[in-house]
């Protein structure tokens, strides 16, 4: 685990809202040279306390209007029917996010769609013939925000 | 409306999101000022809205992940926005989306460890007004996070 300084935050808080920043301008708003915002940021890449980047697309504007969760419990159990619902699931392209999870269901899927008919065709074409797929429960999204985070 | 080459832009630049304009218009076998024109569209109308970088939360050393699904009392005629209001000051919740379905408000937060989950559930969770009813999906494992759309 890595320990931030305030810098270190305040960076991390800004590219979380905007990656495209350059060191120069992060550094001048920090009151940091060019080269220090620099070093810092690819310390933080190199510790994996930023993982990668992420396009942000305004999935409405591109036709997708609907996005669902669905919670979904395996029929069967087991080390290989896991692996297969893995697998089988993640190919899905309108499945953006799969989770392994503890509780009421084994997964949780966040789906996107053109609209609801498009989302019951991936529903029973896609998602209720994947192997082991037993109970399913669907909640439409209708807002979302992203926080910050404790930083 | 989009065009084909819009749409390879943004498979290749969900793909990978820390190409520049040019490596892009690399991939896309056109000219560098053609596709910078694209990207420079498509912010303008708001199909992209930007690049964000990824916090790894578990390198900062926040272990645990947990859905909490909470379904809110709807006698109460502000019970969403008051929720809502109150969930936003609690640091560690870094998704809320609310639901149309069986689940009202769905809330992330992540935590140190169990216990630091366990207080933060107690003093911050518990206290938010006008639960119903919460349910809990504890994060085993994430096996698909790209959030890429299906273009």
Not at chain 1, 38 to 65: H, M, P, S, Y
Not at chain 2, 85 to 105: H, M, N, W, Y
Request: hydrophobic share 45%.
């Amino acid at each position: 685990m890595t320990d931030l300084d305030d810098i270190d935050r305040a960076l991390v808080r800004a590219l979380a809202r905007d990656a495209s920043q350059s060191a120069g301008a992060l550094g001048r708003r920090l009151g940091l040279s060019q080269p220090a915002t620099w070093r810092r940021i690819r310390k933080l890449e190199a510790t994996g306390v930023l993982r990668g980047r992420q396009l942000r697309l305004n999935a409405e504007a591109l036709g997708f209007g609907v996005t669902v969760f669905l919670g979904v419990k395996l029929a069967t159990k087991g080390r290989v029917s896991l692996e297969d619902f893995e697998r089988a699931v993640s190919a899905i392209p309108e499945v953006q996010q799969v989770e392994h999870v503890l509780g009421l269901y084994d997964y949780r899927l966040r789906v996107v769609a053109r609209d609801l008919p498009d989302f019951e065709r991936v529903l029973r074409r896609r998602i209720m013939t994947l192997p082991g797929a037993g109970e399913v429960e669907a909640n439409v999204m209708l807002s979302e925000e992203r926080r910050p985070g404790p930083l | 409306m989009l065009d084909d080459l819009d749409r390879r832009i943004l498979r290749h630049w969900q793909a990978d999101a820390s190409l520049s304009p040019a490596e892009l218009a690399e991939r896309c076998a056109v000219a560098p000022g053609k596709v910078a024109r694209r990207i420079a569209r498509m912010q303008e109308n708001g199909v992209i809205k930007g690049v964000a970088a990824v916090v790894d939360w578990a390198a900062l050393g926040y272990a645990v992940e947990v859905a909490l699904r909470v379904t809110l009392d709807k006698t109460v005629s502000r019970a969403f926005d008051d929720f809502i209001e109150a969930a936003r000051e609690v640091p560690e919740v870094i998704e809320i989306q609310t639901f149309l379905g069986r689940v009202d408000v769905r809330l992330n937060i992540i935590a140190r460890d169990m216990p630091h989950y366990q207080d933060i559930y107690r003093d911050r969770i518990l206290t938010l007004p006008h639960i119903a009813d919460i349910e809990a999906l504890m994060q085993i494992a994430r096996i698909k996070a790209d959030e890429a759309l299906p273009l």
